[in-house]
């Protein structure tokens, strides 16, 4: 008997669309690596559309007033409450991710985000007036910038898709978003409920592959490209949006260090790291994956680790059990097998190490110790379920090996030193410091990195700024 697949549309300007020229991208059930739907193979047509029915809408949501934002926002927060059980369906069909978490970990965080943004959208506001010059009075301007071509990765389709539709609208904004190309389902869902509460052409989705999000960011009409990714397509979409300065905004890859001292309490720091490393099978750019601990205390840690991490359970999505499910596709499998079968000779798999199962994308939960500093798998973005450890000897030591990569979004130090954990907060070159955790976040407080984890800010009132522009009025006071 065959299952009949799944249809899956691009929406633009308050309608489901096929693509223009019909061409279709299988999707994957990361879970069970069976198709279960397919997804529209968006052309240049579909991103014209799109982008014009995006254009068209802007004056007019411009022009709303932020209550009127506002109350919109609230609408939409409320109806992803109400319909938060299909949300995490969708997303655990996307991904593969455990359905229990996906409803106390994501919907919960998501809401309040957007009701945050909600409110944020009553404080557009820029310096007061005032006189500069003698007989003139000048007033800021805080404006939206227009209409924001938005790429959502695959590895938090549906929190990171509000991180970038919130403050848009919030801020005055039209959007057209595009998913992953293996995670397109939770996001068309989202133009479903958002539809039907903003005015046509206010929220477009388009789904398709790279060269998809290529034509949008490539597209004369947007005014800012904003992008959760890899380095290299954070690269690309500079490198595009600089032809006609496009202003954009790039969360990119991390490599979090996660320092312990000697003063540490090994056993809860083992309990918190191993979740904060191992959630989402470690496909996060904050993720708690490279560990950094000092030498006196280095074997007892890496045993209470290992043990943690055979203690961890990955599995399907409706198993209760476990920590987190599979890897997000067939590729990011290779690549996380690929890190373990290049380890150096002076590495110890400590747990771990192999794939789960026959049937979907599920890898061990994995711990890799005796590793040094130049090693590929200390430098590089791994985005599975591995965590390696350093030892080192000191302080200077510790702060020189944590910011000696490229990646720059997140870091944590684990010590009961008040005076270390200041010293460690303002040397760590990252966008992110915690200390004594790994990973929270919150709607209110900055999230974004520097060097090649990008720029800009997400979430806070720092990340709906980035949505606006600011212009200067002056007028004379004679009249």
Request: hydrophobic share 40%.
């Amino acid at each position: 008997m065959t299952t009949e697949l799944r249809r899956l549309r691009n929406y633009i300007n308050g309608e489901f669309r096929d693509a223009a020229d019909g061409r279709t991208i299988d999707v994957v059930n990361p879970a069970t690596g069976e198709v279960y739907a397919t997804s529209p193979l968006s052309g240049q047509a579909d991103v014209d559309a799109a982008m014009d029915a995006a254009a068209a809408a802007f004056p007019g949501w411009r022009d709303t007033t932020p209550a009127e934002r506002q109350k919109v926002l609230l609408k939409i927060a409320d109806a992803f409450e109400e319909r938060a059980e299909e949300l995490i369906a969708a997303e655990s069909e996307n991904t593969g991710k455990p359905i229990g978490l996906t409803r106390t970990e994501e919907i919960p965080p998501m809401v309040d985000q957007i009701r945050f943004f909600a409110g944020a959208a009553r404080m557009l506001e820029g310096r007061s007036a005032g006189e500069y010059m003698e007989g003139m009075t000048s007033i800021v301007r805080r404006e939206p910038v227009g209409v924001c071509a938005q790429v959502a990765p695959w590895n938090y389709p549906m929190m990171m898709a509000v991180w970038k539709f919130a403050p848009a609208l919030a801020a005055g904004n039209t959007v057209v978003l595009k998913p992953s190309d293996t995670t397109p389902a939770s996001t068309v869902l989202f133009a479903e409920i958002i539809g039907s509460v903003v005015p046509k052409g206010v929220f477009n989705v388009i789904c398709g592959d790279r060269e998809t999000g290529r034509a949008m960011v490539e597209h004369p009409t947007p005014a800012m490209a904003s992008i959760t990714g890899s380095v290299r397509a954070g690269m690309q979409v500079a490198e595009s949006a600089a032809k006609d300065v496009k202003r954009v905004h790039l969360e990119l890859g991390g490599k979090a260090p996660v320092v312990v001292f000697e003063d540490t309490d090994i056993a809860k720091a083992v309990e918190d790291i191993s979740v904060a490393g191992y959630f989402n099978a470690g496909q996060d750019c904050t993720a708690a994956t490279r560990v950094l601990v000092h030498e006196s205390i280095h074997d007892e840690f890496v045993s209470a680790l290992a043990k943690a991490a055979t203690d961890t359970k990955t599995g399907a999505p409706d198993d209760e059990d476990v920590l987190y499910g599979p890897l997000n596709n067939a590729n990011q499998l290779a690549q996380v097998s690929g890190f373990i079968e290049r380890l150096p000779a002076h590495a110890k798999v400590e747990a771990g190490g192999h794939r789960v199962g026959e049937k979907g994308y599920f890898y061990a939960p994995t711990v890799v110790s005796g590793l040094k500093q130049d090693d590929e798998i200390i430098q590089n973005e791994v985005f599975g379920p591995v965590i390696t450890v350093q030892s080192f000897r000191d302080e200077s030591q510790a702060l020189e090996w944590a910011n000696g990569v490229e990646f720059a979004l997140a870091s944590s130090v684990w010590t009961k030193d008040h005076g270390r954990a200041m010293r460690m907060s303002k040397s760590l070159d990252f966008g992110c410091v915690w200390i004594n955790t790994h990973i929270p976040l919150v709607a209110e407080m900055p999230h974004g990195g520097f060097k090649k984890s990008g720029y800009g800010k997400d979430l806070s009132s720092y990340g709906f700024d980035d949505y606006t522009r600011i212009k200067h009025v002056m007028t004379s006071l004679d009249g």
